[in-house]
């Protein structure tokens, strides 16, 4: 056995379709065995040792895993035994569940696994038979990893640090990648793409790629979100906003107007429908009360007018009677009838005066008493004669006197007759006329009185009070509203500014950020950039020197010496032969000095360490970013919301107020048409009244014209009749007189006969007395008192009746006049007082009258346009869609009565909503249209359906005040900006990281490049040489990904807000976003085109071979397929594999740990010449490397292995696997 | 011609490709950058050039309500006449879109079986739908498909989500509209010869 760790063997039990299977490997190994009898799958299985990875060993996805497929029965074992440089050990795999491990410090035994039966045991059995036999086995390592950690040496648990096949460092995962690699690489041509991806995928691990779905999905959410604002940005966008927040209003507004006015519609229907029989009720009860006042005041107007009659009779008798008083005081007066009165006073005195001149005269006479008798006789004769004659004449006067005073009577009477017969019929023709004047004049009273009453009244008072005091109310609420405003306002400019400010001092703190760690980052990229200057310079300067030939110097000459010389190479430093370990000659004990040089190691961590440093400032920046943010966003939040929510009380405080606006207007309008209205309405009821007044008037007039025309009629007709009784009175009398003159005359004549047959009488007895001696002058004397006393007495006696009649009359009616005139007063008064009573009942009852007809009137009028309201809503309205529209509303509102008619509302909503409807199209078309502009799966959500319901619409509008009062856009900049910055910053760091590793590729390319010149071709000459070299990557997507990376370089972090043509965007940050944008656009561009999955670390580099081979030479080529035959082919592509397992190895392992040796396995090596074959394991072998090929069958080639074994199904179908008997030629 | 005498923008040949077959380039467009071309040929100073250039290839850029389009200077009548009947088919379909109740408008989306619904339950679209001519689709839903198919293909209607079927109408339907709403319709006078049923603006 050789003194190395090696896998030795391994073992398979109850494998796949081997029962058991025990294989040594501690040299070349050689499987044959024709196709599908499973030389792969034990080439996995060995694989599996190295890799311990059961999804990398090329097991297509068609087929079992490599659990299942492997490990199929509980007492399934997967044994490798390790050979060291002391005893060997072995590893036991096994499922439970999954794949475990177990390390067994001991050479492997099958005792160990079969029992006596030689059926396999269960691994519990197993376990406890290493207890038994006191072997130290591990305990189950469930992890490929920590199996891994062990088998590759870097296990810090001691139990289990021995059971190493190799020390390996840091990169000890490269050995099972390279391992791995080979065996699953292409079977034919050589492509540099292989060996880049072997490379590459030796040294990284499967997480650091690239994938590119990532960065396109982060390119497609950035450039998403960037093409939403820029289309939100646009001026068509904004256009749209403003019209959709404007029309959203109108709409609004006239939806809720519509809706009042439903409920309004709903509320008078109800109110309507409620009131009906109320109303029809109201107006009967109207009625009803018009005619019980009508009554009542007939009954009150017939009392007072029965008293007026009385009192006007009354009036009548006592004018009548001091008329007739009068009139006869006049004629008494006329009559004389003082004097009368005054002469019959004296008619005693008379009497007795004419007694004693009697008694005189007889005493005187007594003696001459014949004469005295004849001559008396003859006188008295005489006197009688002319007494008779006289009394003949005067009768004869009287006759004719009283003839004619009896035609003058009958005249009279006649005309008297007549002249009653024509007044009456005058009266007759007045009286009805006068009734009618009177009724006329009692109308036309009564319209004045109404006319009174009209003037006086207020009508719509209730309305205009109602209106009044609705426009005060609104008034006090329209100031409340405005003061309201301006505080809000003040508010939303506060917060504004607030708000602002915030921004303000967050933007300002962020560009204070950025650039304090731009400048730190600065300052340790220097740093990075002087410790990458030193390790740069360090092979050539002093410090290499010292690396290559002194040993230990760090706790020598580090100690003493200065950093600053270690990297100069212009010291040239030769080592003395011979010379002790001094510092120029001297001594020095530095056992207690420090070491101030600092190892490669050291400084390659301090690089680290810097580097680390920028990845946490921006790790911080970005955290600091992200918390600015969150601030912007939560400051965004508190005063968006609170803004929003300000603007929007705001504009239900303008359009309240505006509303109170329109309202104040349409009231003021409303009062002044409430006040037109009672003003029309007085003129109306004053025309309908002057009207009546008019034309009673006029029939008035005409009426007094009929009474004038009929009394002038009758008063000619009097003044004819009149004329004629005068004329023929006149007649009378004029034959009267002159009759009677006729006979005064006769009389006179014939009395002044007798008269002077009585003188001569008289003569002739004075003659006689004197002859007797009898003084007749005395007797002459009272003869003549006593005829004077007669006449006197004869006159009173003629006035003796009138005087009896006056005194008569005076005693029983002058003396009473006063009191008769005082009593006509009193009647007058009291007469007045009746008509005064009987206007002001008159007036009283037209006002009730008319106020109750209006009464009536209203409720009637009411009652029409309920009923034509119902009508007009039942016919004209109920089918509209309107009504289907609003028909909760309608049919949910309380009965309330309102300032408008159903008719009025029905026709005003159904044109409402003709025009609401031209303004939701509108606002529907704004909004679709706006939608429209933006993707699908906008992030601003701004997204409509087709058939989105009137709701949806509105909230797409309010969301998009929301939006707008929120100022989301800013956020969404501020996020978008961000995302560019973390996008850009993603991809630098992925891209760094990935580069990062551009160093390693060139370190192993060099290693490569200098272990093809030691290949030792020239033995064979078959291959002259094989040379490698690395290009820069011609990956479109990776050179942009390059850019970007150089760009973030450039520019640091984009941290920007000039992303969009914003106002605080300066140009420069303008610019750069632009290039930022641009650069993304193109990168997503081009992985859209390539269709690349990732970027892996082979994609940044190219490489190409240059291979001579006899006289044939590639030239610098990617790939290599047509160096030779197939065989050389093979053969370069095993050299190129063993090359950099080798290399790899070498990287990957601890400097001490060369005792060990690993298999490399390609499988199909069959057409490879035995020459070639020989050469090729010779390779391998110098360089540790142990061959596991596989053949198609035995062909010679085998003879070359240290191991050979084949592989035969069995009749069950298991495949037995066993040692094939050859000579060992190995190299 | 060469492209760099006049500083075109480098999308000039999309934009020729779109164009030149007689479709429209929209703002609301969103299929094959067609929003980004819009905004190229929206740029006064590239539009300038693009004019320039174009003409001498006899075209000319036409600007709409957010789109553009080529006309050809110097047509041929019977070209023109080849349009006017292209367009006689889209008469009946505006006429059946707007006679929807969800009306069909600038950046309405919609897919092909929400019409057909509507279509069928309304005897008055059913009829109009089933006016239109050039279709033989059995189906009332495969009728509205072809419309819509027809539609994007004129890049009037933009086939926005292929899976739910959702189409977008294009800021180029105002064309139509703005075709439609110039057509004068005089009516019969009699036996007059110079009687006309529709007059193109």
Known sequence: ?1227 | MEEYNFNLPKQTHDIFAVMARGAFISSNGTRDGMNRLYDVINNPENFDRLQAYFNVIRYNIERGNNFFYFSKLHEPNSEIEKKLERFERYIDIIDLFASMDNKIGIGSRFRPSEIAEECNANVRLKQKLQKIPLYRSETLHNKVREICDLMSRDSFLELEDEKTESYKVLDSYTYLLDIINSVAIYEESGSGDDTQGLIYN
């Open chain 1, 1 to 1227: 056995m050789e003194n190395v760790r090696i896998l030795n063997r391994i073992v398979e039990i109850n494998i796949a379709n081997v029962k058991y299977a025990d294989i040594e490997l501690s040299g070349n190994t050689c499987f044959v065995g024709t196709n599908n009898f499973g030389k792969t799958s034990l080439q996995r299985a060995i694989l599996f040792f190295y890799s311990a990875n059961s999804r990398g060993l090329g097991i297509s996805a068609s087929q079992k895993p490599f659990e299942e497929h492997y490990f199929r029965y509980e007492n399934s074992y997967l044994i490798y035994e390790i050979s060291t440089e002391e005893k060997p050990f072995f590893v036991i795999v096994y499922r439970h569940n999954k794949l475990v491990f177990r390390f067994v410090d001991a050479a492997y035994n099958p005792d160990y696994f079969f029992n006596e039966n030689d059926e396999a045991i269960k691994i519990k059995e197993v376990i406890a038979g290493f207890d038994k036999r006191g072997i130290f086995i591990s305990n189950q390592i469930d992890t490929f990893e920590r199996y891994r950690n062990i088998l590759y040496g870097t296990e810090t648990d001691k139990q289990l640090s021995k059971f190493h096949i190799l020390k390996g460092n840091e990169k000890y995962q490269n050995i099972p990648k390279s391992i791995t690699n080979v065996f699953l690489s292409s079977k034919s041509s050589i492509d540099s793409r292989f060996i880049k991806d072997f490379i590459a995928n030796s040294l990284t691990t499967e997480n650091s790629s690239i994938k590119l779905e990532q960065v396109e999905r982060q390119l497609r959410q950035f450039n998403e979100k960037y093409s939403d604002i820029e289309t939100y940005l646009k001026k068509d966008s904004q256009q749209l906003i403003e019209f959709i927040d404007k029309k959203y209003d109108q709409v609004h507004m006239l939806k809720g107007a519509q809706m009042e006015m439903a409920d309004k519609l709903g509320s008078s229907l109800r109110y309507a429908e409620t009131q009906n029989e109320a109303v029809i009720k109201a107006a009967k009860e109207k009625e009803e009360e018009l005619e019980k006042l009508a009554d009542a005041h007939e009954e009150q107007k017939t009392v007072l007018e029965e008293k007026q009659k009385d009192v006007r009779e009354e009036i009548g008798y006592y004018d009548r009677t001091i008329r007739d008083a009068n009139k006869k005081l006049k004629e008494y007066k006329e009559k004389n009838i003082e004097q009368a009165v005054e002469k019959n006073a004296e008619r005693e005195k008379l009497q007795v005066d004419l007694n004693i001149a009697r008694r005189e005269y007889e005493s005187l006479t007594s003696n001459v008493q014949n004469i005295e008798m004849k001559y008396s006789s003859l006188i008295e004769q005489l006197r009688n004669d002319k007494t008779a004659y006289i009394n003949k004449i005067n009768s004869r006067t009287g006759e004719i006197f009283n003839h004619y005073n009896e035609l003058q009577l009958l005249q009279k009477n006649e005309f008297s007759k007549k002249d009653t017969e024509l007044k009456q019929k005058r009266e007759d023709a007045l009286v009805n006329l006068n009734a009618e004047v009177t009724a006329k004049q009692i109308e036309f009273n009564e319209l004045k009185a109404e006319e009174k009453v009209i003037r006086n009244t207020r009508f719509y008072e209730t309305e205009i009070k109602a209106q009044e005091t609705e426009l005060a109310e609104l008034r006090a609420i329209n100031y409340k509203n405005k003061s309201e405003r301006a505080i809000k306002t003040n508010l939303v400019q506060t917060n504004q500014k607030e708000w602002e400010n915030l921004e303000q001092k967050l933007k300002s703190s962020l560009s204070n950020q950025i650039q304090k760690t731009n400048n730190e980052i600065i300052r340790i990229k220097a740093e990075i950039k002087a410790i990458e200057d030193k390790l740069n310079v360090q092979h050539d300067a002093f410090y290499g020197y010292l690396e290559k030939n002194v040993k230990d110097w760090h706790t020598t000459i580090g100690k003493v010496v200065n950093e600053e010389l270690l990297f100069r190479t212009d010291l040239n430093p030769t080592k003395v032969e011979g010379a002790v370990a001094s510092f120029y000659g001297l001594n020095l004990k530095l056992d207690e000095v420090n070491v101030v040089s600092k190892t490669i190691e050291e400084y390659q961590f301090e690089k680290n360490e810097r580097l680390a440093m920028i990845r946490d400032l921006e790790e911080s920046m970005n955290q600091f970013q992200a918390a600015n943010n969150e601030e912007k966003m939560v400051a965004a939040d508190k005063f968006g919301k609170q803004l929003g929510e300000l603007k929007e009380d705001l504009k239900v405080l303008n359009y309240s107020l505006e509303l109170a606006d329109k309202r104040e207007k349409k009231l003021i309008l409303e009062i002044e048409d409430w006040k037109q209205r009672a003003s029309s309405e007085i003129e109306e009821s004053l025309t309908g009244n002057k009207q009546k007044i008019n034309l009673v008037e006029e029939e008035l007039a005409i009426l007094n014209k009929k009474k004038n025309n009929i009394l002038n009629d009758f008063n000619t007709q009097l003044d004819k009749l009149k004329a004629f009784n005068d004329e023929r009175l006149a007649d009378l009398k004029g034959r009267q007189e002159t009759e009677i003159n006729e006979l005064e005359v006769e009389k006179k004549n014939q009395v002044k006969e007798y008269e002077e047959k009585e003188a001569s009488l008289s003569n002739e007895k004075e003659s006689n007395f004197k002859e007797k001696g009898v003084d007749s002058k005395e007797i002459k004397k009272i003869d003549a008192r006593i005829k004077e006393l007669q006449e006197a007495l004869k006159e009173i006696e003629q006035y003796s009746q009138i005087v009896s009649d006056y005194l008569k009359d005076k005693r029983e009616i002058f003396d009473k006049l006063p009191d008769l005139i005082q009593k006509k007063d009193e009647y007058v008064k009291t007469a007045n007082d009746l008509s005064a009573e009987l206007e002001e009942i008159g007036r009283k009852y037209n006002v009730r009258r008319m106020e109750l007809n209006k009464q009536k009137r209203a409720l009637e009028e009411e009652l029409i346009e309920f009923n034509n309201g119902i009508n007009y809503f039942t016919k004209n309205f109920r089918e509209t869609p309107v009504f289907n529209k609003y028909a909760d509303i309608i049919e949910r509102a309380e009965p309330k009565k309102t300032n408008y008619s159903v008719m009025d509302l029905c026709t005003q909503l159904l044109k409402n909503d003709s025009h609401f409807n031209e303004e939701y199209g509108a606002f529907q078309r704004y909004v679709n249209e706006f939608a429209g502009k933006f993707r699908l799966d906008n992030h601003f959500n701004f997204i409509i359906r087709n058939d989105a319901t009137q709701g949806e619409y509105e909230r797409f509008a309010q969301n998009l005040r929301a939006f707008i009062n929120e100022n989301k856009i800013e956020l969404s900049i501020a996020e978008t900006a961000t995302q560019i910055g973390l996008v850009t910053d993603s991809i630098a760091t992925k891209v760094k990281e990935l580069s990062g590793q551009k160093d390693k590729i060139q370190h192993i390319i060099t290693l490569i490049a200098e272990d093809f010149k030691k290949a030792e071709f020239e033995e064979s000459k078959l291959i002259e040489f094989i040379k490698i070299r690395l290009e820069d990557s011609d990956n479109k997507v990776y050179k942009l990904l390059k850019r970007i990376q150089e760009f973030r370089e450039e520019n640091g972090l984009v941290y920007n807000e000039g992303l969009f043509n914003t106002d605080f965007a300066t140009h420069k940050n303008r610019e750069i976003s632009t290039r930022a944008v641009k650069l993304l656009d193109q990168l997503r561009t081009a992985i859209k085109e390539q269709e690349q999955e990732e970027i892996r670390l082979q994609d940044l580099f190219e490489l190409r071979f240059n291979i001579k081979e006899g006289m044939n030479e590639t030239g610098w080529t990617h790939k290599i397929d047509s160096i030779g035959s197939t065989g050389t082919d093979i053969l370069v592509k095993a050299i190129i594999y063993i090359t950099l397992l080798h290399v790899f190895i070498k990287e990957s392992s601890h400097r001490g740990s060369t005792e060990f040796k690993v298999h490399c396995i390609i499988d199909e090596v069959g057409q490879i010449s035995a020459h070639y074959l020989r050469e090729l394991l010779r390779f391998a072998k110098n360089r540790n490397i142990m061959m596991i090929n596989g053949l198609p069958n035995k062909s010679g080639l085998e003879a070359h292995y240290k191991f050979t074994y084949q592989f035969r199904r069995e009749e069950n179908n298991n495949v037995r696997i066993f040692p094939s008997i050859v000579t060992e030629v190995e190299a």
